[in-house]
């Protein structure tokens, strides 16, 4: 089955800075990748998704990289503001199956 | 439509006693997933339906749980007998997904602390 890694574990920036999260996934056959934002005490709510059939998507200060022959896939946060402080999780799957998520990111965007 | 929403919000119990956690999906989603998350595990996905059907329950830790969903509107998460390793927070989630296109983005309740001491 789909095994997904995520890097860092904590991950703390200045405001303004940029932030990267990485993960890895294990089966090429996986074409789904979310990004889930958790804040304190809350639900996980979807931020960005891209599929297989494209290498990069943005939405504002957000982007997210896919390299499908290595298997890995990225976040990516311009300009961080204190209210990214969160919780990220990043998922992969196929299309038509579970979704399997990493264990998360935790970050903080210092004032 | 008010999302995904479970209750209780919160529940303590003791070692020993049936717990039953309910979620109401959002109406017209055709999946509903419950996952689990820990600080040691994370997010995990225990089981999921799909028109009201169990799909996959691989992620069920034991016997003792077991997940029902009698119609579109509801479904359940019972674990009986409780023990203290199941304290975590537990969360529903629905999405419009349907078999052989079930990834779309899902929509997650707000969780059900569960400590059972």
């Known amino acids: 089955g789909e095994n997904v890694e995520q890097h860092p574990s904590t991950l703390s920036v200045q405001e303004g800075d940029s932030a990267v999260i990485k993960c890895t996934y294990s089966d090429s056959a996986s074409n789904y990748f979310p990004w889930y934002k958790q804040e304190l005490g809350k639900r996980p709510q979807l931020i960005i998704d891209?599929?297989?059939?494209?290498g990069e998507k943005k939405d504002q200060r957000i982007a997210v990289t896919l390299n499908k022959t290595a298997k890995h896939f990225s976040l990516h946060i311009t300009e961080t503001q204190p209210e990214d402080s969160a919780v990220y999780f990043c998922?992969?799957?196929?299309?038509?199956?579970?979704?399997?998520f990493g264990k998360g990111t935790k970050l903080t965007v210092n004032p | 439509d008010a999302g995904v929403i479970q209750s209780p919000r919160h529940e303590v119990t003791e070692m020993g006693q049936e717990v039953t956690l309910r979620c109401k999906p959002i109406s017209g989603h055709n999946s509903l997933f419950w996952y689990r998350q820990t600080m040691m595990r994370g997010l995990e996905l225990l089981i999921y339906?799909?028109?009201?059907?169990?799909?996959?329950d691989s992620g069920m830790p034991e016997d003792r749980f077991s997940a029902k969903m009698p119609n579109a509107s509801f479904s359940t998460l019972k674990i009986q007998p409780s023990e203290p390793r199941d304290s975590a927070v537990y969360f529903c989630a629905s999405n419009i997904g349907d078999r052989g296109a079930l990834n779309t983005e899902a929509f997650f309740g707000q969780g059900t602390r569960l400590t059972v001491v």
């Open positions: 998922a992969a799957g196929r299309w038509d199956e579970k979704l399997v």
């Open positions: 891209i599929r297989s059939n494209v």
């Open positions: 339906f799909n028109n009201n059907v169990p799909i996959d």
